[in-house]
């Protein structure tokens, strides 16, 4: 099976901790080697401790999902014989209260496919929808168990 690695940096920029005047921002290093710059979601911890133009780890997950449910479309619509040309997801994800704890409670995909001559009909676009939701990775992942090594 394959494995994914992932480096998150982030070191005390010289603020007062103990304050809570760090800053939340961070590298993230992809196993191929792009270093992207993350932070905590201005929503969550408020400018200047946040980076607004960095990656979040809510924006993370709606991406993931996303670009996951994307791979597996095309995918699909490949082997039923059609021939996309473009595809643009604008998703959006939404925070709700639950047992008192934040969480990411809905994902809404918004693709808009642009198909070559003799694309599929509305039917066939909802099943090819339908089967990459089924084969996302990361939708098949929402319950994961998660362990913290220390």
Known sequence: MAEY????RWALDGADFKANTYSR???IVLDGGITVPGSASPHVVPLPHSVEAALDPEEAYVSALSACHMLWFLDHARRAGYVVERYVDKATGRMSRKDGKMWVSHVVLNPVIAWAAGGPDADAVAVLHHKAHEDCFIAN???TEVT???
């Open 5 to 8: 690695v992932v480096d998150v």
């Open 25 to 27: 921002a961070h590298e």
């Open 141 to 143: 992942s929402v319950l």
């Open 148 to 150: 913290v090594s220390a």
